[in-house]
């Protein structure tokens, strides 16, 4: 017989705003960028697609492991270690940084491209093309979202090619 095994979803932190329970984290369009999934007998990890900004499906990350496409192996799309963290580089230019700080919480980086080229970044850097996830707030045109906790719905940022934004969506 098997024994149950209980495990909660990680809370995954995007410019301080908190995502518990959303299996998409990121969508642009019908692509998520950012997911929560679940690992047989690891619990919940994030995986995330990593596009060329000429919009070509380079890999995948999930959890500590890259899945590479050819055309991931030929642009030599990297993934690196250091304590706690997980982070996927493109010619030396950090793409996706998850850290770990505990089982249950993760925070995460990102200046991620989209199956069209246009790239979405999710950290303290200067205004990106569509939207802007600094340190202390989510910026999606003239809306500021900060300290927010967003729970159990089915996609957490839903950004569409227009530059509009759904937030909190099932």
């Known amino acids: 017989m098997n024994p149950l095994v209980f495990s909660t979803s990680p809370t995954v932190v995007l410019s301080t705003n908190r995502f518990r329970d959303v ?42 492991r890259l899945f590479l496409t050819e055309a991931g192996k030929k642009a030599g799309l990297t993934l690196r270690h250091p304590d706690k963290r997980t ?20 925070n995460t980086h990102a200046a991620l491209y989209t199956p069209d080229g246009s790239l979405i970044k999710c950290s303290d850097n200067p205004r990106p093309d569509l939207i802007r996830a600094g340190k202390n707030a989510l910026q999606v045109g003239g809306i500021l979202m900060a300290e927010n906790l967003i729970v159990g719905c089915r996609i957490g940022v839903w950004i569409k090619a227009d530059g509009s934004c759904s937030i909190g969506c099932s």
Do not use: N, W
Not at 36 to 63: C, M, N, S, W
Not at 89 to 106: K, N, P, S, V
């Open 23 to 64: 299996p998409v984290v990121l969508q642009y369009e019908q692509t998520p960028l950012i997911e929560v999934v679940r690992e047989v007998g690891v619990g919940f990890d994030v995986q995330a697609a990593i596009y060329h900004p000429d919009g070509t499906y380079l890999a995948k990350v999930k959890g500590s």
């Open 87 to 106: 982070v996927c580089e493109l010619d030396g230019q950090t793409l996706l940084e998850i850290q770990r700080h505990e089982a249950a919480a993760l």
